[in-house]
T-cell receptor, first 111, second 114 residues
Framework: GQNIDQPTEMTATEGAIVQINCTYQ??????LFWYQQHAGEAPTFLSY????GLEEKGRFSSFLSRSKGYSYLLLKELQMKDSASYLC????????????FGAGTRLAVHP | EAGVTQFPSHSVIEKGQTVTLRCDPI?????LYWYRRVMGKEIKFLLH????????ESGMPNNRFLAERTGGTYSTLKVQPAELEDSGVYFC????????????FGPGTRLTVL
């Protein structure tokens, strides 16, 4: 089966750094995505990791360890507009390719 | 370039009625996916089209749900008859290639069944 876990809620202060963790157990792994979703809007693509290590993209970085079934999304220099849900999704390759999502982490950034 | 669009944005219907949701993928994207998020739960895969063919429909809950993609462009998802538990947000996503390509999501259709 497939299981993806991430914290339900997190809070942080404007200008700070926050790390959102995601752990997964899946029988077929092809890569891991992070999406950002503001309330009532479409999930928007943030990052994709298929190999171990850190991928940096501006204020956002994503890390993957396939042996540990673990990823994190690092947000630096937090801004109020970063308040959103952050979705971890695994590409599952059992037969056909499809995305398996975690429940999402709701991040609240305070002044 | 236009993103993935979905219509309607909201739909409120009574139990037993029929509703049809529409998704227009990004132009040139052969792969189209439907997902659903019910209250408090994670986004769950429903099915995947490659052009007009159903590649994987393992996530479809039951035979009250029918998805079509005639001509390989836009897709419709019909729920007939709708039940209370069908309430949720239905997302559509598209990608150019199927294998690990980034999926771009639409804003979703919020369906409420009363």
């Amino acid at each position: 089966g497939q299981n993806i876990d991430q914290p339900t809620e997190m809070t942080a202060t404007e200008g700070a750094i926050v790390q959102i963790n995601c752990t997964y157990q899946t029988s077929g792994f092809n890569g891991l995505f992070w999406y950002q979703q503001h309330a009532g809007e479409a999930p928007t693509f943030l990052s994709y990791n298929v190999l171990d290590g850190l991928e940096e993209k501006g204020r956002f970085s994503s890390f993957l360890s396939r042996s540990k079934g673990y990823s994190y999304l690092l947000l630096k220099e937090l801004q109020m507009k970063d308040s959103a849900s952050y979705l971890c999704a695994v590409w599952f390759s059992g037969g056909y390719n499809k995305l398996i999502f975690g429940a999402g982490t709701r991040l609240a950034v305070h002044p | 370039e236009a993103g993935v669009t979905q219509f309607p944005s909201h739909s409120v219907i009574e139990k037993g009625q029929t509703v049809t949701l529409r998704c227009d993928p990004i132009s040139g994207h052969d792969n189209l996916y439907w997902y659903r998020r019910v209250m408090g739960k994670e986004i769950k895969f429903l099915l995947h089209f490659v052009k007009e063919s159903k590649q994987d429909e393992s996530g479809m809950p039951n035979n009250r749900f029918l998805a079509e993609r005639t001509g390989g462009t836009y897709s419709t998802l019909k729920v007939q008859p709708a039940e209370l538990e069908d309430s949720g947000v239905y997302f559509c996503a598209s990608s150019q290639f199927s294998s690990t390509d980034t999926q771009y999501f639409g804003p979703g259709t919020r369906l409420t069944v009363l």
